[in-house]
């Protein structure tokens, strides 16, 4: 056999090896969200052009203002929220959310100003942060035309307790969450699509959506149990559950992510929305750094080797007419 005939074959077969991963490429993708912090949460295609970069009015505490980046879905507690998986339809598009975001695209630029860090309290004390608000191949939500990790990701030993971050009130304890995301249209697609490819509510996160009644929502994702239930006012520090790793977890964490309820539509990832039908737009989520306080003693720090983000994203205004994604 020539050396060209043996090059022939070796080029068929790394096709046929590329072929095959491909073909099953999507059991990667994760299904927790977002599915989220989930359905990989990578890039995929056509982002909407995006006007002039606008940075937000940050009114927290000057150290917090350098620094800043994961994200989830949530459950059955095994304790008051018990049962509460299921009973969502996906048909409401829950707090923040608006089934016509109309031309603007939500809020003005110069109307967006970030809550003062008055009243947070660290949700998971003494932690260790494995991931910033920051840019990421995974992140769910597109800022000046790049995928965010749209949350800060805490870690401590499984089973840790985690407190409120702010005095609120419960909005949702469960593993069906996204309706409660601050989305523009019914999750119900996406549900459908979970249940097409034979996936239970068990690869979502369990999570507790808290409104904490100064213009956020705090998101924390990836629970084991939950300890409160909707409708119940919890004071921050409250014990609102256990650390664990339900949903798209590679270890035990707390997803943690803040948007504004009334803030302006970003984009959410090509890649959830054409092949999972997850809604196109959500609510601009914020670094939760810009309120915890850096000089608690509860303050978390990063992990071995891990650098904050240099620059760190910023909100990005939308054209005034929002085109469709090519799926749409």
């Known amino acids: 056999m020539g050396w060209a005939d043996r090059w022939m074959r070796r ?19 994760p299904v927790a969200s977002r ?29 917090n203002d350098t620094t800043n980046g994961a994200r989830g879905s949530a459950a059955d507690s095994g304790a008051a929220n018990a049962g509460a998986a299921g009973q969502s339809t996906g048909t409401d598009a829950g707090p ?24 947070y309290v660290w949700p998971l004390a003494k932690a260790k942060i494995t991931t910033y608000f920051a ?34 009130t419960v909005l949702y304890a469960g593993r069906r969450a996204d309706p409660y995301l601050g989305v523009n249209s019914s999750v119900q ?7 097409r490819r034979k996936l239970t509510d068990v690869s979502l996160p ?27 006012s919890v004071r921050a520090g409250q014990t609102i559950g256990l650390e664990g790793r339900t ?27 054409e092949k999972w039908h997850y809604p196109t737009l959500m609510r601009l989520r914020i670094d939760p750094l810009l309120v915890l306080p850096a000089d608690s003693p509860d303050a978390a720090h990063p992990a071995a080797g ?22 749409e």
Not at 11 to 29: D, E, N, Y
Not at 138 to 150: A, D, E, T, W, Y
Not at 247 to 273: D, E, I, K, M
Not at 316 to 325: E, G, K, Q, T
Request: charged residues 10%; negative net charge.
């Open 189 to 195: 697609p996406y549900y459908d699509e979970l249940l």
């Open 11 to 29: 080029f068929f077969v790394m096709a046929l090896l590329v072929a095959m991963g491909a073909s099953t490429s999507w059991l990667a993708a």
């Open 135 to 168: 840019p990421s191949a995974s992140g769910s939500m597109i800022l000046g035309g790049v995928p965010v990790h749209n949350g800060l990701d805490l870690a401590r030993p499984c089973g840790t307790p985690i407190g409120a971050a702010h005095a609120g």
């Open 247 to 273: 949903g798209n977890a590679t270890g035990c964490h707390l997803h943690y992510s803040l948007y504004l309820a009334n803030g302006p539509w970003v984009q959410v990832a090509p890649l959830l929305v």
């Open 35 to 63: 599915g989220l912090h989930a359905a990989a949460r990578i890039v995929g295609t056509a982002v909407a052009a995006l006007g002039p970069a606008v940075e937000p009015a940050r009114t927290a505490v000057g150290a």
């Open 306 to 327: 891990l650098v904050p983000p240099a620059d760190p994203p910023h909100y990005v205004a939308m054209p005034r007419n929002i085109p469709p994604l090519a799926s």
């Open 96 to 119: 923040g959310g608006a089934e016509d975001p109309g031309a603007s695209g939500g809020q003005a630029p110069s109307s967006v100003v970030i809550p003062s860090g008055v009243g």
């Open 206 to 232: 369990i999570e507790v959506i808290i409104d904490d009644g100064n213009g956020l929502v705090g998101v924390y994702a990836h629970l084991r149990v939950t300890s409160v239930k909707a409708g119940q």
